[in-house]
């Protein structure tokens, strides 16, 4: 709803009132239907200060990218000694996933919208190649194998991705124990690709 005559205190705040408005309209009209006038009207503000803090109606759901990035690659490089690849990008986005966990109210909605929505799904992939790769990177960081850094940071990121829509669609569990199990999966099928692999003697 609008509130006529309130007038956002501060950057952050008319931020998070822009981001609040885009989720409600996107939701009662569809993305592409609403236009980013529509959601300025609704968070109380002008188009020019939807400008300001987004470069376009999509980027509102990508806002929290460059600090799940900064998190996820902080994580890595903290990571203990040791540790396989998929077992430090566990522990990593065991880390991250409190981001998702202390905004679901956001976070849940944002991703239903994603979902039916084709150019913010494109987007997403987008966002999510380069987040992919920059875990890669931190994972290099750490001593490991080119090829085998960015096939992990691959693995990794799609079982992160089924564990968050996992939770999303069983909220009766926290998104840790939907990673968990993620990686539990993981496992099993490595193991049974190991398994499974044909003598090449």
Known sequence: MRYPGWVPRSGAEARRRLQQAALELYQERGFDQTTTAEIAARAGVNERTFFRHFPDKREVLFDGEADLRAALMEAVADAPDGLKPLETLLSAFRKAGRILE???PFSEPRLAIIAVTPALRERDL???ASL?????QALR??????RLA??????????FHHAAQDWIDDPSQSLDAHLLRAFDDLRTLSATASHDRPDRS
């Open 141 to 146: 960081q750490r001593g490991v194998a080119d």
């Open 132 to 136: 992919t790769e920059a875990v890669a």
């Open 102 to 104: 202390e905004n679901r």
């Open 150 to 159: 960015g096939l992990a940071a691959q693995t990794g990121w799609a079982a």
């Open 126 to 128: 987008a966002k999510a």
